[in-house]
Nanobody
C-alpha cells in the first residue's frame, strides 16, 4: 500500500499550487481520501476530505473557498488545489485513506485516527 504526495515546494504568497496524492496497493474507489497538514510546533489539522462512492466533500473552515479537493478514480489520484496561499499555510501536507466513509454530516472526517493509510507528506513553504 502506498500513498505518495507530490506538488509541494517553495511558493510565493498568493500562489496556487496543486498537490497530488497517488495511491496504489488497495481498491482506491472504495476509500475516502483526506488531506491533513502539520506545521512546525503545531498539531496536525484536517484540511479536506472526499468520500468514495458519492464524492461528497468537506473542508475545514479556514480552507473553505481557498482549497478544492477532487479525485480521479481512473488514475487513483486525489488532488488538492490551493489558492491564495499565505505564509501560515506553510506545513507538511499529508494525504490519508479511510476504508469507511466519514459521516454525511461532516462531523467525523477530520479525525486522523480513523484513517487506515498515510502518505509520507510533501513540504509546502509559502514565502511572504
Amino acid at each position: 500500500v502506498q500513498l505518495v504526495e507530490s506538488g509541494g515546494g517553495l511558493v510565493q504568497a498568493g500562489g496556487s499550487p496543486r498537490l497530488s496524492c497517488a495511491a496504489s496497493g488497495f481498491i482506491f474507489d472504495d476509500y475516502a481520501i483526506a488531506w491533513f497538514r502539520q506545521a512546525p510546533g503545531k498539531e496536525r489539522e484536517g484540511i479536506s476530505c472526499i468520500r468514495s462512492t458519492d464524492g461528497e466533500t468537506y473542508y475545514a473552515a479556514p480552507m473553505k473557498g481557498r482549497f478544492t479537493i477532487s479525485r480521479d478514480n481512473a488514475k487513483n489520484t486525489v488532488f488538492l488545489q490551493m489558492n491564495s496561499l499565505k505564509p501560515e499555510d506553510t506545513a507538511v501536507y499529508y494525504c490519508a485513506a479511510d476504508r469507511e466513509n466519514p459521516s454525511l454530516d461532516g462531523s467525523t472526517w477530520s479525525e486522523g485516527i480513523r484513517y487506515d493509510y498515510w502518505g509520507q507528506g510533501t513540504q509546502v513553504t509559502v514565502s511572504s
